[in-house]
């Protein structure tokens, strides 16, 4: 079954963005939380908490039967790894994702950091990678292609010396989490769907310090590294406007296009749906 790409209205993308804080918050007490020692449990009831505080509820938790609020992917984990007591320890990299609901909307966004002091590599592969998600972020514009958002990624990954996951990609979000159209991380510049305004989408860069492929653990969600290199994830729930790309996912206080954004001056999106994609989910179809 074919599903549609929904262009969201300024006002739905303004509850997105109230989304936006509590995912950035959540992301902001977990990381500020990783220490030597620390379990990634531990990690999972400091954003359970954050969620009960601002009223919201997670997307994660519950969905396929996903157990937990977050999902902590440690070392060669790519992503979808599951909170519980393995116990952090000095040198580690962990990747943190988390999604929040308010008022039926979702937003997505992840964050690598490292635990304690981590060898020199490990640093450059997470700086390479959120860096990474800056320009896929500033590759969506209104008229231009999703290939684009891909190949601003790949290029940037690929020129540093790290590879970059082909089979998990970013997804539209908006009322469900993984909406079409699925965005790649790798691609070419001038080509696939037209970007308009009102898109909402979490770019989600993957970055490998050694192959691309991936292997899927036995608890059916870990993903991780085929030949057990480290790997680095950064994500961001993106609207675009007329004006640019506006970070929904952005810790206040917002800047550039993103402060307009949080004071409610986005760019009118007409509420019309777009052509007919294939459906976007975790998985790369
Ligand atoms: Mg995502």
């Not at 290029?155 to 469900?176: D, L, M, P, T, W």
């Not at 970007?195 to 991936?214: D, F, R, V, Y």
């Amino acid at each position: 079954m074919k599903e549609l790409v929904t262009l969201k209205t300024a006002e739905q993308v303004a509850t997105m963005r109230r989304a936006g804080k509590v995912v950035a918050e959540m992301l902001a007490r977990t990381t500020a939380a990783v220490r030597p020692g620390i379990t990634t449990g531990e990690l999972d009831r400091i954003a359970a908490q954050v969620l009960k505080e601002r009223g919201a509820t997670s997307s994660f938790l519950g969905y396929y039967g996903f157990p937990a609020t977050i999902c902590t992917s440690v070392n060669d984990e790519i992503v979808h790894g599951i909170p519980g007591r393995r116990r952090l320890k000095e040198g580690d990299i962990i990747g943190i994702d988390a999604g929040a609901i308010v008022g039926g909307w979702h937003a997505d966004a992840a964050a690598t950091v490292p635990v304690g002091r981590v060898s020199d590599d490990a640093l450059r592969l997470i700086r390479v990678t959120e860096e990474a998600l800056r320009r896929g972020i500033t590759a969506a514009k209104a008229g231009g292609r999703l290939g684009d958002i891909g190949a601003a990624v790949q290029s940037f990954a690929e020129r540093n010396g790290f590879s970059v996951v082909r089979n998990y990609v970013g997804h539209g979000i908006g009322r469900a989490m993984h909406e079409p159209p699925q965005v790649p991380n790798f691609g070419t510049a001038g080509v696939g769907r037209p970007i308009g305004a009102g898109l909402c989408i979490a770019i989600e860069p993957m970055l490998n310090s050694g192959g691309k492929e991936t292997r899927l653990l036995d608890d059916g969600w870990t993903v991780v590294t085929a030949d057990g290199s480290l790997s680095a994830h950064f994500e961001h729930t993106v609207a675009v406007t007329d004006a640019g790309p506006v970070v929904l996912t952005a810790a206040e206080p917002a800047r550039g296009a993103a402060r307009s954004a949080a004071a409610g001056e986005l760019a009118a999106a007409p509420a019309r749906r777009g052509e007919a994609v294939a459906a976007g989910s975790r998985r790369r179809k």
